[in-house]
């Protein structure tokens, strides 16, 4: 069974410019999350979908970033414009469901550097 | 909201002895709570979860509790390998909902031959 997919694994990018990550989650995974993780943090929630919809982004900084998950599969993130305080690894994760802890499966994740 | 520690950001420890890790948690308790490991470059990975009406938790050389009383919960590593050098994080539950996650900042254990 194919793992969550991420793209591109690495992305390096100047302040100001846009810049995308994509995701395929697990076939059959209705959930999917889309995480920032700091270096000696833990992953940090940005946005979570169930199917097509996105059921909570309160974590998501809406100035700047966006996200869709067309059709309820595939999912991008975007930022626009990128700021220095960007840098940081994105992390995709799917899992079958959301209340009673359902395990979640992540991507190996997109490290971002703005420089 | 949640906030969770982990015990320390570093743990060395000699192979073949039992590492635990620490993770505690300040707000309400949650129905269950998970660890994952994490290895450099590469997502999280999920090992265990343990309900808050078990006490303990087994799978293989992995060993986890949960104390509710004491908002805490242990996560032990028997016969430790230096393969087991990794990132251990704990994530519980945000709100009484259970839909979203907090994850603690992690343990980094390594594991000397």
């Known amino acids: 069974e194919a793992g969550v997919v991420q793209s591109p694994r690495y992305k390096i990018i100047e302040k100001k410019q846009p810049v995308a990550f994509w995701c395929n989650p697990i076939?059959?995974?209705?959930?999917l999350y889309w995480y920032l993780q700091n270096l000696g943090q833990g992953p940090e929630l940005l946005i979570r979908y169930e199917n097509e919809e996105a059921v909570d982004d309160s974590q998501l900084p809406k100035d700047r970033f966006s996200a869709e998950r067309l059709k309820g599969v595939d999912s991008t993130l975007k930022i626009q414009p990128a700021e220095l305080g960007d840098s940081a690894v994105y992390l995709c994760?799917?899992?079958?469901?959301?209340?009673?802890?359902?395990?979640?499966?992540f991507g190996p994740g997109t490290r971002l550097t703005v420089t | 909201s949640q906030k969770i520690e982990q015990n320390s950001e570093a743990l060395n420890i000699q192979e073949g002895k039992t590492a635990t890790l620490t993770c505690n948690y300040t707000n309400y308790s949650p129905a269950y709570l998970q660890w994952y490991r994490q290895d450099p470059g590469r997502g999280p990975v999920f090992l265990l979860l343990i309900r808050e009406n078990e006490k303990e938790k087994r799978k293989e050389r992995l060993k986890v509790t949960f104390d509710t009383t004491l908002k805490q919960s242990l996560f032990h590593i028997t016969a430790s390998q230096p393969a087991d050098s990794a990132t251990y994080l704990c994530?519980?539950?945000?709100?009484?909902?259970?839909?979203?996650?907090?994850f603690g900042p992690g343990t980094r254990l390594s594991v000397l031959p």
């Open positions: 994530a519980l539950p945000r709100d009484n909902y259970g839909q979203n996650f907090v």
């Open positions: 994760a799917s899992s079958l469901g959301t209340t009673g802890g359902y395990e979640q499966y």
């Open positions: 076939s059959g995974h209705n959930t």
